[in-house]
């Protein structure tokens, strides 16, 4: 496998793996910019990005609903473990 190849697998795995902390922003400034850069070459990393702000955006907005409305239990848990800290 090329050197290339390599690094590429590897930063695959570290960014898959980073990815939800990439998005809240608690990633150091040299693992962000390498995240960042898998990014740039990776269309299944853009995509797993891309569907974790979709369910941030659908779990912010059944926290925002209408307060007299049970959050649904599952979201719910999620949002707790969001505003967990690390």
């Known amino acids: 496998?090329?050197?290339g190849r390599m690094r590429f697998a590897l930063d695959h795995r570290l960014a898959s793996a980073?990815?939800?902390d990439y998005l809240d922003e608690e990633l150091g400034r040299a693992m962000r910019r390498r995240v960042t850069h898998h990014l740039t070459e990776c269309h299944n990393c853009r995509e797993l990005l891309a569907s974790l702000r979709q369910v941030l955006a659908v779990l912010r907005g059944a926290a925002a609903?209408?307060?007299h409305e049970p959050v649904?239990?599952?979201a719910a848990a999620v949002?707790?473990?969001?505003d967990e800290p690390a």
């Open 65 to 67: 609903a209408d307060a």
């Open 1 to 3: 496998m090329a050197l």
């Open 79 to 82: 949002l707790a473990r969001l």
């Open 18 to 20: 980073r990815m939800s």
């Open 72 to 74: 649904p239990p599952l």
